[in-house]
């Protein structure tokens, strides 16, 4: 079993190449690779697979794009989208020569993503449109934060703040509302540092802290305009800039079309122990294949 290593501003994937779909990836296989002792170590999992070979992959997908990416959470659950794993999703199919650039359709679970590869080593991703919901509540550590509900193709409760970040407890959020999503949701927490700039902070939903998130930085970027007095029809194409503990993202609003930008390395690659990977198919009740 091979695999690589890759990482978008520090939030980092194990990638696995399954092109024809026949890697049985279960939760267990996912949370052992992911694991940063005995395993390789990584905030999630994004499986490299053939759109056609896609159980469920509508028409529509396979006709568009020849890649799906099957992102998993570091827990091993399933997560829709990855706005950071698509970028490094994205280097890692141009580097293998599995699709050709500069522009590059990706199938994910929340729908196509278009990346493009900039000149300068950057990728930009069509983050797709972005949805306000309503409002949401967080209680981190002793602090209760009040939030915004946002769909980047996954949910987000992103809540402004006018204090240092550093003094939130972002360790174990409990989302107070809304109580539909309070099993899973992404957090983050924004500071306005200046003229279309934030800092962000994240808990993301089977993954926990986490040094970057790309949903998470475009659903802050609604919320810290939202808090300016923008609404979805009234953005501006100008870019905010957000500043993650990993490093800076780009991100453009726009009613149609979301854009982030920011880099993706692929930093290893390397094949897997056949003990090791026995073991971990013994521990979970799978076969050797």
């Known amino acids: 079993m091979r695999f690589a290593k890759g990482h978008g501003t520090g939030n980092d994937f194990v990638i696995v190449p399954d092109v024809d779909g026949v890697l049985e990836l279960t939760p267990e296989l996912v949370a052992a690779l992911c694991d940063r002792h005995f395993g390789i170590g990584g905030?999630?999992?994004?499986?490299?697979?053939?759109?056609?070979?896609?159980?469920?992959?509508?028409?529509?997908?396979?006709?568009?794009?020849?890649?799906?990416?099957?992102?998993?959470?570091?827990?091993?659950?399933?997560?829709?989208?990855?706005?950071?794993?698509?970028?490094?999703?994205?280097?890692?199919?141009?580097?293998?020569?599995?699709?050709?650039?500069?522009?590059?359709?990706?199938?994910?679970?929340?729908?196509?993503?278009?990346?493009?590869?900039?000149?300068?080593?950057?990728?930009?991703?069509?983050?797709?449109?972005?949805?306000?919901?309503?409002?949401?509540?967080?209680?981190?550590?002793?602090?209760?934060?009040?939030?915004?509900?946002?769909?980047?193709?996954?949910?987000?409760?992103?809540?402004?703040?006018?204090?240092?970040?550093?003094?939130?407890?972002?360790?174990?959020?409990?989302?107070?509302?809304?109580a539909a999503l309070a099993a899973g949701i992404n957090v983050e927490v924004a500071r306005v540092t200046g003229e279309r700039e934030i800092e962000m902070r994240v808990h993301e939903r089977g993954s926990g802290l986490t040094l970057s998130c790309g949903t998470g930085a475009v659903a802050a970027t609604v919320a810290a305009s939202w808090s300016a007095g923008e609404r979805?029809?009234?953005?501006?194409?100008?870019?905010?800039?957000?500043?993650?503990?990993?490093?800076?993202?780009?991100v453009r609003l726009g009613a149609r079309a979301s854009l982030l930008t920011g880099p993706a390395e692929i930093v290893a690659r390397g094949q897997l122990e056949n003990g090791w990977l026995a073991r971990q198919r013994s521990a979970a009740g799978v076969g050797s294949g």
């Not at 829709?80 to 590059?104: D, H, K, S, T, W």
């Not at 939130?168 to 959020?173: A, E, K, T, V, Y």
């Not at 029809?233 to 993650?244: A, D, N, Q």
């Open 232 to 250: 979805p029809g009234e953005w501006r194409p100008s870019p905010w800039r957000v500043h993650v503990p990993g490093g800076t993202l780009a």
């Open 43 to 178: 905030d999630g999992v994004l499986r490299v697979v053939r759109t056609a070979a896609v159980e469920g992959a509508a028409a529509s997908q396979v006709d568009a794009a020849e890649w799906f990416m099957d992102y998993r959470n570091g827990d091993g659950s399933v997560a829709e989208m990855c706005g950071n794993g698509v970028r490094v999703f994205a280097q890692y199919l141009i580097e293998e020569g599995l699709a050709a650039g500069p522009e590059v359709t990706v199938a994910t679970r929340a729908g196509l993503r278009s990346v493009r590869a900039e000149a300068d080593g950057q990728f930009t991703v069509d983050m797709g449109p972005v949805a306000v919901l309503g409002e949401g509540a967080v209680e981190a550590g002793r602090q209760l934060l009040a939030g915004l509900v946002i769909s980047v193709g996954n949910p987000h409760v992103a809540c402004v703040v006018d204090q240092p970040l550093a003094g939130i407890d972002l360790g174990s959020p409990r989302v107070l509302g809304p």
